[in-house]
Nanobody, 126 residues
């Protein structure tokens, strides 16, 4: 059974950093583009960043460009999201998902995708 597990969230002050991890079981992540998504209370889930299979192709939500960096370690079957200069508006539950629509102008889950994990909570507050 394919399972993606997110970790690394926490409480951080504005301007702080966190590194999220996405670990996979039952699937070799190297065969798939991977995306990070987030959902804040009362809001729809939105795409944050995505990365192609070889790690060269990366796309970001506009508001996180220059602050967030997505990377992958195919040997370790992991994908990461380094988040710097965090802002209160980054507060959300963060999820990873495989095979997203990963384009410069479109970053969203694959239609019909339901294999969401529990996510990891990121809270940015002073």
């Amino acid at each position: 059974q394919v399972q993606l597990v997110e970790s690394g969230g926490g409480l951080v002050q504005p301007g702080g950093s966190l590194r999220l991890s996405c670990a996979a079981s039952g699937v070799a992540l190297e065969n798939y583009a991977i995306g990070w998504f987030r959902q804040a209370p009362g809001k729809e889930r939105e795409g944050v960043a995505c990365i192609g299979t070889n790690g060269w192709r990366k796309h970001y939500k506009g508001s996180v460009k220059g602050r967030f960096t997505i990377s992958r370690d195919n040997g370790a079957n992991m994908v990461y999201l380094q988040m710097n200069d965090l802002k209160p508006e980054d507060t959300a539950v963060y999820y990873c998902a495989k095979e997203p629509v990963c384009m410069e102008t479109r970053l969203q889950p694959r239609p019909g995708y339901r294999n969401w994990g529990q996510g990891t909570q990121v809270t940015v507050s002073s």
